[in-house]
């Protein structure tokens, strides 16, 4: 029999993002729009275990719509560090999918980065950090910002990421996250922003008067400077996600803003009681259907 460690699988909690700015800047001529993003951790996770052994990648998933092969960014994430890094072990993978799909909160890339950085562990270091980041950013825009931990500015496609500090004026927030159950492509969000030339062509700046209000310790302060240009084609074709920030915002939250390239809105808001609160008058109004989660902002690693 062989020793019980050989088996042993490692395993990852792989957390999500919102994004409280979105602001694109204009189209690149390699068809990526130029961004300042600033982007936060959020702890609702995704969870993936890792077993050395077998031929090639062998990923499994809770859920059942999402393909296992190289259609998949975790089985992309294997496949390129076992490249790069030059080794010819296997690899078993199983994702537990907690985080909605298509979302705009960036599953498929903190899934990405996780497998990264836990295969980069298991098979013994192979890579250094900043190989790791070019890796992430051949993966996904969003993949660098889920290689380390703390809430970041996000420049270029997104990719170029600026890790910050803790934000004073969100302390002791709580996030709210409400997926409607339906999801948006990410590329359909983008092409659609042609028709909205202001919301194409944003102005920068936007990041440095919205970390000034991070900055200080008032969140009733913060939820004017959010913003993101995606709202512009995505609100005007699924109106339902303008109600639930009607909504949210009368409820007593601080803050509510589409995340990413959607279908998620997220809220800000002052404390746990708040977000129950709120969340059972959401689920009153809109039925209990919809996906839900809340959590106190925080260190999510
Ligand atoms: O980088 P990622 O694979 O997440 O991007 C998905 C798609 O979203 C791209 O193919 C592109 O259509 C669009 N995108 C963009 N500008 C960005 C990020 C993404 O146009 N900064």
Redesign the pocket.
């Known amino acids: 029999m062989l020793a019980p460690f050989l088996f042993m699988a490692t395993v990852r909690r792989s957390p999500c993002k919102v994004n409280l700015l979105l602001n694109v800047l204009g189209k690149r001529p390699d068809?990526?729009?130029?961004?300042e993003t600033i982007l936060h951790p959020i702890p609702v996770f995704d969870e993936l275990s890792f077993t050395k052994g077998g031929a090639g990648i062998n990923l499994t998933c809770s859920e059942q719509s999402l393909p296992v092969d190289h259609r998949n960014l975790v089985y992309r994430a294997a496949a390129l560090f076992l490249e790069a890094a030059g080794i010819p072990e296997g690899v078993h993978i199983h994702l537990q999918k907690n985080i909605p799909l298509a979302a705009g909160l960036g599953g498929g890339?903190g899934n990405a980065a996780v497998t990264l950085s836990a295969m980069n562990e298991l098979f013994g270091t192979a890579l250094p950090p900043q190989r790791l980041e070019e890796l992430g950013s051949q993966l996904?825009?969003?993949v660098p910002f889920f290689l380390q931990n703390t809430p970041a500015l996000g420049t270029g496609?997104?990719?170029r990421v600026q890790p910050l500090g803790w934000f004073p004026a969100l302390a002791d927030a709580w996030v709210l996250l409400i997926h409607p159950g339906f999801g948006i492509s990410?590329?359909w969000a983008?092409?659609n922003l042609a028709r909205f030339p202001d919301a194409l062509n944003g102005d920068p700046g936007r990041s440095t008067r919205l970390l000034a209000r991070l900055g200080a310790a008032e969140l009733n302060q913060v939820g004017p400077e959010l913003y993101n240009s995606l709202e512009a084609p995505v609100l005007e074709k699924y109106p339902i996600l303008r109600l639930y920030q009607d909504f949210l915002l009368e409820q007593g939250a601080d803050a509510a803003l589409m995340s990413g390239?959607g279908s998620t809105t997220f809220a800000l808001v002052s404390s746990q009681t708040v977000a129950e609160r709120i969340l059972e008058h959401f689920g009153s109004r809109f039925g209990d259907q919809i996906w839900t989660a809340s959590a106190k902002l925080g260190p999510t690693a």
């Open positions: 068809g990526f729009h130029e961004l890339s996904g825009s969003d496609r997104g990719e990410t590329p983008y092409q390239s």
